[in-house]
C-alpha cells in the first residue's frame, strides 16, 4: 500500500510510443539484450542522498522540495520515514539496488557513540526493509566532508584527531555496509585535497592518505568484508584540487602506495567533465587497466563549471557509456548508481519519479545501441585496419620487442616514404549517428 508517493502508479513498460509520463518507453527489465537481461546489464541503483534526503538548496536560496516527510521534527522518526519511502520509491520504479552514505540514512548525535548509536538503529530497520522489500546494497560510503570537523580534510587533514575520527567513521561504515550486505564500499574525498600550496605538505597529506587505505584493506580482511572497494574520482569542488583528480591520477596514486590490487574506480560523467575529459576517456582508461568498478549515471551543463548532477538523458553520452561498460565485460559486482538530483524548481516528489523514467529510458535504448554497434564490429574493424602495421614487417617487430633505437634508425634511413591514411573521424561519427538514429 502506498504511504508516501499516492499520486504515483507503479512504473511500467509501455513501449515508446507511449505518451503516459509515468510510463518506461524503452526501459524494459526482462527484456533480453545478448546474454542478459536489461535489469542484469544496468543493474541500477537509487541514489539515496539526492532521492531523500536533498532538499533544493543552492549558494542563493533555501530548499524548495515538498515532501510528505515535511515538518517532521524527530530527527529519528524523520530517518525512518525516509527509509520506508525509499523502500516504496524503489518498488515503484523496479530498483532493485540502493546507495548510502552513512550520515544520509541516521543522523549524527552529540559523539560519536551516540551517532553508531543511531546509526544501528536504522541499519537494523533497513535490514528488516531490505528483507521485506527484496532490496540490495550496491555500496556504502561515509560523509566526511559536511561536517565542520572536515574543514580541512578527512584522511588529509592537517589534524591528527581529526584523522583518528575519519578512521572510526570510515570502520563503522564498513561494519554497516558488510551487515547489510553490500557489494562494494566508495571512497569520494571530498575534502582529501587543498585549497593553496602555501599552507599544504603534499607529500605527508597523500602518504597519510595511502595510511587510512591500507587501515582500511586491513579491517576489511579482518571483520570479512570481501567487497568491492572503490575510489571515486573528482578533480575539484569542493576544494580547488582533489587528490583523486581523475583515473589516471588514481592509478598513479594507487600503484605508488602499494594499493592497486586492492582498488578500483566508480566514475560519475560529471566529474569527468570536470577533469577536461569526456565520459568516454574515464571509462576507457579504467577498462584498459582493469579497474572499472562502477558508475554514477548523472550529466553537467557545459555551460557551468560545476557538479550540477542532472539526470542524464544524452544518448550519445549514454551509448558510449554503455559500449564501455560492454566491451567491459559487464559492471558487476558494480551499477549504474543515479548521482543524480532533480533541478530547484523541480519540487513536486512527481518530479523524482520523471527523473529517473527519464535517466532509466536513456540507458536501456543506449545498452540496446551499443551492443548492436559492438556485435557489428564495424568500429573494432576499422580500428583494428588503422593499427594494421603493427601486425606485420617493423610494426609486428616493433610489438614483439625484436629492435632497437639503431635498428629502428637503419629502417627510416632505407624507408624514404611515409604514407598516412586519414582517421576517418567524420565517418565514425556518422556511423554512431546511423546506429542511434535506427534503433
Known amino acids: 500500500m502506498s504511504k508516501y508517493f499516492n499520486n ?36 541500477f541503483t537509487m541514489s539515496y542522498w539526492h532521492t531523500l534526503t536533498g532538499e533544493g538548496t543552492d549558494p542563493f536560496g533555501a530548499g524548495t522540495m515538498e515532501r510528505p516527510w515535511d515538518g517532521e521534527t524527530d530527527k529519528m522518526e524523520l530517518a525512518k520515514m525516509r527509509m520506508e519511502a525509499a523502500f516504496e520509491f524503489m518498488d ?16 549524527e548525535g552529540k559523539d560519536l557513540a551516540e551517532t553508531n548509536k543511531n546509526l544501528d538503529e536504522i541499519v537494523a530497520y533497513c535490514k528488516e526493509l531490505m528483507q521485506k522489500h527484496n532490496k540490495k546494497l550496491l555500496w556504502g560510503t561515509a560523509n566526511m566532508f559536511n561536517n565542520p570537523r572536515f574543514v580541512h580534510g578527512a584522511a588529509t587533514s592537517n589534524n591528527a584527531d581529526v ?4 578512521a572510526a567513521q570510515v570502520k563503522k561504515a564498513l561494519e554497516v555496509t558488510k551487515e547489510l550486505g553490500g557489494e562494494n564500499y566508495v571512497f569520494w574525498g571530498g575534502r582529501e585535497g587543498y585549497e593553496t600550496l602555501l599552507n599544504t605538505d603534499m607529500k605527508l597529506e597523500q602518504d597519510n592518505l595511502a595510511r587510512f587505505f591500507h587501515m582500511a584493506v586491513d ?11 572503490l575510489i571515486e574520482p573528482k578533480p575539484k569542488e569542493p576544494t580547488k584540487h582533489q587528490y583523486d583528480f581523475d583515473v589516471a591520477t588514481v592509478l598513479s596514486f594507487l600503484k605508488k602506495y602499494d594499493l592497486d590490487k586492492y582498488f578500483k574506480v566508480n566514475i560519475e560523467a560529471n ?39 542532472q539526470f542524464p538523458t544524452n544518448i550519445y553520452d549514454a551509448t558510449l557509456t554503455m559500449y564501455e561498460v560492454l566491451k567491459n565485460g559487464g559492471i558487476a559486482p558494480g551499477g549504474l548508481n543515479f548521482d543524480a538530483k532533480v533541478r530547484r524548481g523541480s519540487f513536486e516528489v512527481e518530479d523524482l519519479f520523471l527523473g529517473y523514467i527519464a535517466g532509466m529510458d536513456t540507458f536501456a535504448k543506449a545498452l540496446k545501441v551499443a551492443h548492436k554497434l559492438l556485435e557489428s564490429r564495424e568500429l573494432e574493424k576499422f580500428v583494428e585496419e588503422r593499427y594494421s602495421s603493427f601486425r606485420e614487417g617493423i610494426g609486428k617487430d616493433i610489438v614483439e620487442g625484436k629492435v632497437d633505437f639503431e635498428a629502428l634508425e637503419k629502417y627510416a634511413l632505407n624507408n624514404s616514404v611515409i604514407k598516412n591514411k586519414s582517421g576517418r573521424q567524420e565517418l565514425l561519427e556518422s556511423i554512431l549517428n546511423q546506429y542511434i538514429l535506427n534503433e
Open 8 to 43: 504515483v502508479p507503479e512504473i511500467k513498460y509501455e513501449g515508446k510510443d507511449s505518451k503516459n509520463p509515468f510510463a518506461f518507453k524503452y526501459y524494459n527489465p526482462d527484456e533480453v539484450v545478448g546474454n542478459k537481461t536489461m535489469k542484469e546489464h544496468l543493474r
Open 92 to 107: 515503484k520504479l523496479g530498483i532493485e539496488y540502493f546507495a548510502f552514505h552513512d550520515r544520509d540514512i541516521a543522523p
Open 163 to 166: 584523522f583518528a575520527y575519519a
Open 219 to 229: 579491517y576489511a580482511k579482518k571483520i570479512g568484508f570481501t567487497g568491492q572497494f
Open 271 to 309: 566529474h569527468a567533465t570536470l577533469a577536461g575529459h569526456t565520459v568516454q576517456h574515464e571509462l576507457a582508461v579504467a577498462r584498459i587497466n582493469g579497474v572499472l568498478g562502477s558508475l554514477d549515471i548523472n550529466q553537467g551543463d557545459l555551460l557551468l563549471g560545476w557538479d550540477t548532477d
